[in-house]
């Protein structure tokens, strides 16, 4: 009987790289993710009409952000947590698609959007493009993560 440990031996090797590289600290995993807005979410909190939903990149269908031209909804940890649109953002002209505004925030976190390329169709009524997105809490938590941002005028 033989026991293939390849990805043990793996990880234990790529751990010591890491570590000869870092200068002997191994960098921990971030704890701080963005939870996924589902339809429960939703409901809960009435997130209808124009809203857009980012997904992060890599074929990711859940949202992590839901987009409304007045506020944008997140999760961290078990409830979502609404952040309205900046007074910075209100006063540009700088807006998303569908109008959406590009910062959100209170003093808790900021949510910052970068949509980047042409908007396209992606059926049912609906438009996406490539956006970037930013994070970051009163804690200094940081999340930056590219995606797609797919939005409509009735609901996600």
């Given at each position: 009987m033989s026991r293939n440990c390849s990805g043990a031996i793996s990880a234990v090797l790529a751990a010591g790289l890491l570590s000869a590289c870092s200068g002997g600290e191994i960098p921990?995993?971030?704890?701080?993710?963005?939870?996924?807005?589902?339809?429960?979410?939703?409901?809960?909190?009435?997130?209808?009409?124009t809203v857009c939903g980012f997904r992060a990149a890599g074929g990711s269908i859940q949202a992590l952000a839901l987009i409304q031209p007045d506020k944008a909804w997140i999760k961290i940890g078990p409830e979502a947590t609404p952040l309205p649109l900046s007074e910075d953002?209100?006063?540009?002209?700088?807006?998303?698609?569908?109008?959406?505004?590009?910062?959100?925030?209170?003093?808790?976190?900021?949510?910052?959007?970068?949509?980047?390329?042409?908007?396209?169709?992606?059926?049912?009524?609906?438009?996406?493009?490539?956006?970037?997105?930013?994070?970051?809490?009163?804690?200094?938590?940081?999340?930056?993560?590219?995606?797609?941002?797919?939005?409509?005028?009735?609901?996600?």
């Open positions: 921990e995993e971030p704890d701080f993710r963005l939870g996924a807005l589902g339809a429960p979410d939703i409901e809960k909190h009435e997130i209808y009409g953002a209100e006063a540009g002209e700088e807006k998303g698609p569908l109008g959406i505004g590009l910062i959100y925030g209170n003093e808790a976190a900021v949510l910052t959007l970068t949509p980047s390329g042409e908007e396209r169709a992606s059926g049912g009524g609906r438009l996406e493009m490539e956006s970037g997105l930013t994070l970051q809490t009163s804690e200094n938590q940081l999340v930056e993560l590219d995606g797609i941002l797919q939005c409509s005028s009735g609901s996600i």
